[in-house]
Every structure is written in structure tokens, then in C-alpha cells.
């Protein structure tokens, strides 16, 4: 009985801990490097040390977090690409990205500071998240035989851009999504009109 409770209560802290950074560098507007260590766990009531039983730094914090959207990401792009059209593809991709991210504010202003962020290994981190999702997608439209027109080195072009495009749009989905729900769905359906004609070509 006592051998699970330990297990639970680490994992639960590093929850904790993740979530508060997030909070944090939302509130004030910071990246990771803006946020000390002990700013944290004093949030969390662990203790330093504690912080270090689960991470290494806040670097590695930030690292897991980056790691994790991509995971998320990428099933949840896969769940949705066998949709009967390609429009119907593109739809279905659009919603189940941008709900993710409409559910998730604070990890993704994380996202979006941190690709001009001051740490050389987030930024890689997030190239190489974006890189397996482009990667991916065009691997499974190849697979699919949808988007056909193109090859796989233009297909990768095409949702390379199109990822490129997404990210950029985050920021000012979430600045107009709260004064106006409705102006940042006109931005998502502008975004899908997009998508469609980039992939249309």
C-alpha cells in the first residue's frame, strides 16, 4: 500500500511544478529565464531541493514542456488525418490544433516567447518538435495518397509553411480572443482559408 503514495506525490509535484512556471511567465509576461527557482517552489510549498529531484534546471523544465506539446500535437494531428477529403483533412486539423491551443493559453505563449527565447536548447527543442510535425504529416499524406499534386519535398514545403504560419498566428489569437471570441474564430477561419490555398496550388 505504501509503496505507491511516494510515486503519486512526485509525479503530483511535478505537475505542480510545471504548472506554475507556465502561470508565472503568462502573468508576467517573461520567458522561463525571467522566473527564479525559488519563485516557484515557494508557489508549489516544496523546497528547492525538491525542484532538483525532478529537474534539473529551469532550462530542463521548459525542455519537458516543449517535448510534451509536441507529443500531444502530433497524436492529436494523427487522430484526425483520416477524414474522407482533403478538405474535410484540413478542417479537422485546423479545429483539433487550434482547440489544443485555445485550451492551453499559458503553454503556448510559453511556445511562442521561447522561439526567440534567450536559451539556444528551447529553441532547438521547438525546431525539432516542429520539424517531426512537419515530417509527419507530409509522410502521411504521402501514405494516403491525399495532396497528390505535389511531391514529398513540396508536400514538407507546403505544411512547413503552413506550421510556420500557425505559430506565428498564436500571439494574436489569444490578444483578440479575449476582448472578442468571435474576432479570433474570423482569425482560425482566415488561417484555414490559408491553409486550403497553399495546399490548392
Do not use: W
Amino acid at each position: 500500500m505504501s509503496t505507491s503514495k511516494p510515486k503519486q506525490s512526485r509525479k503530483g509535484n511535478r505537475e505542480k511544478l510545471m504548472n506554475a512556471a507556465l502561470e508565472m511567465q503568462a502573468q508576467d509576461q517573461s520567458g522561463l529565464s525571467g522566473i527564479s527557482l525559488r519563485r516557484i517552489t515557494k508557489a508549489c510549498n516544496l523546497s528547492p531541493p525538491a525542484f532538483y529531484s525532478h529537474f534539473a534546471s529551469m532550462e530542463e523544465l521548459g525542455l519537458t514542456l516543449v517535448n510534451d506539446v509536441g507529443i500531444t500535437l502530433r497524436e492529436l494531428l494523427k487522430g484526425v488525418r483520416d477524414a474522407d477529403t482533403e478538405q474535410s483533412v484540413i478542417a479537422a486539423s485546423v479545429q483539433a490544433a487550434f482547440g489544443y491551443i485555445r485550451g492551453n493559453e499559458s503553454l503556448f505563449i510559453l511556445i511562442a516567447r521561447e522561439r526567440a527565447g534567450s536559451s539556444a536548447l528551447i529553441r532547438a527543442a521547438i525546431r525539432t518538435q516542429v520539424k517531426m510535425i512537419v515530417a509527419e504529416i507530409a509522410e502521411d499524406f504521402k501514405e494516403r495518397e491525399l495532396f497528390s499534386r505535389f511531391n514529398i519535398v513540396e508536400t514538407e514545403a507546403a505544411v512547413a509553411a503552413i506550421v510556420s504560419l500557425g505559430l506565428g498566428l498564436i500571439p494574436d489569437l489569444f490578444d483578440v480572443s479575449r476582448d472578442s471570441p468571435a474576432e479570433g474564430d474570423a482569425l482560425l477561419s482566415q488561417f484555414a482559408y490559408q491553409v486550403q490555398f497553399i495546399l490548392s496550388r
